[in-house]
């Protein structure tokens, strides 16, 4: 599976919170990006967790905080990745849905 990352004028808001993670938090979701990158959404759900609307969240624990990725697919076998943010309780925010469904939405009216 392909990965891109949403852009925002040539800027992608992934990118700035990947930079901001710790050196082992990032590469532990850069790992689980490689699995999500190799295996697809049959990454199982250990790191594939479907929200609806066609929205997934690739999960990353890492001690006691939880990295999720938003992320959508589009035809052609590719994951665009929304945003990023860190939690630390069992609900995704819905500020954090809101926005993934927002930037989804841009995306796709630009194709």
Same mark, same amino acid.
């Given at each position: 599976?392909?990965?891109?990352?949403?852009? =925002?004028?040539? %800027?992608?808001?992934?990118?700035?919170? /990947?930079?901001?993670?710790? %050196?082992?938090?990032? +590469? &532990?979701?850069?790992?689980?990006?490689? /699995?999500?990158?190799?295996?697809?959404? @049959? +990454? $199982? #759900?250990?790191?594939?967790?479907?929200? #609806?609307? $066609?929205?997934? @969240? /690739?999960?990353?624990?890492?001690?006691?905080?939880?990295?999720?990725?938003?992320?959508?697919?589009? =035809? $052609?076998? %590719? +994951?665009?990745?929304?945003? $990023?943010? &860190?939690?630390?309780?069992?609900?995704?925010?819905? #500020?954090?849905?809101?926005? +993934? %469904?927002?930037?989804? &939405?841009?995306?796709? @009216? &630009?194709?």
């Amino acid at each position: 599976m392909k990965i891109e990352f949403f852009k =925002v004028r040539n %800027k992608s808001p992934v990118d700035e919170f /990947l930079v901001s993670l710790q %050196k082992k938090e990032r +590469a &532990k979701v850069l790992r689980n990006l490689d /699995l999500l990158k190799e295996f697809g959404l @049959s +990454a $199982g #759900g250990n790191f594939v967790e479907p929200l #609806g609307d $066609g929205l997934f @969240s /690739l999960r990353t624990n890492f001690s006691d905080v939880y990295i999720r990725m938003l992320f959508f697919t589009v =035809v $052609g076998n %590719k +994951a665009v990745i929304l945003s $990023g943010f &860190k939690k630390k309780t069992n609900k995704i925010p819905a #500020g954090e849905i809101n926005l +993934a %469904k927002r930037r989804k &939405k841009e995306y796709l @009216s &630009k194709m």
